[in-house]
Structure formats: C-alpha cells, structure tokens
C-alpha cells in the first residue's frame, strides 16, 4: 500500500464516521485507526474494511464522498492527527454516544470528543 491510499482510506473512514464532528472529534476518529493499525500491524486499508469494525463499510454501496467540502474538511483532521500528541491515551474503539455497545464494559473509557465516546483495550 502506497502512502497516498493510506491516506485516502484514512481520510474516507473520517468523512463517513465523523465528518460532522467538531475537528477535535475527527481528529480522534482518525487518531483510533491509526492507533488500530500500528496496534494490529496492519495497512490502513485492512484495518479499515475489516468486517465490523467500522459501519460504514457495511452499510455503503459507494464508499466515494458525495460533499467535497466536507471531504477535504476531513482531509485537514488527518493531517492534524499525523502532527499531533495523541490526546486519546492510545485509544482504539469508539462508540456514538447515543448507544452503549456491550463491549465497552470490557475497555477503558478515556474520553469523549464530539458524539463519540472513546475506549482503549
């Protein structure tokens, strides 16, 4: 995988986790995945579609972005979290807040950024 569809993948699975969060929130979407992949050592891209673990690679015909605003809105947020301390305490799981998945009794809850809830291994 090269560094620009790490990139791409990265950045899509913030448009279409978090893309109406405050930055803070995207950034910690995009902290999580990057957290996931240097913890499983996996490419971006297979940590990504792995099967169930990030929705919208379940739910989606497309995986193209439909608002390019928004798009290179998350694409800044990756930037960020590719220059930033990562304030999630090395997070990798999030939920919305509107929810309660039962794993999270099994994790330790750090924080929560936007509508998500952040959780750690």
Known sequence: MTLLEGLLWLTLNVYH?????????QVAVALVTLNRATERHLPIKDIITQP??????????????????????????????????????????????????R?????????QYGSHKFYRE
């Open 103 to 111: 794993w999270t009794s099994e994790f330790t809850y750090i924080a």
């Open 17 to 25: 986790e978090a893309r109406s969060e405050p930055r803070i929130g």
């Open 52 to 101: 169930y673990q990030f929705s919208w690679t379940l739910q989606k015909d497309s995986y193209l972005p439909d608002d390019p605003d928004a798009f290179f809105e998350c694409l800044h947020s990756v930037y960020v979290a590719l220059q930033v301390p990562d304030f999630t305490e090395g997070a990798t799981h999030y939920h919305l807040d509107s929810v309660t998945p």
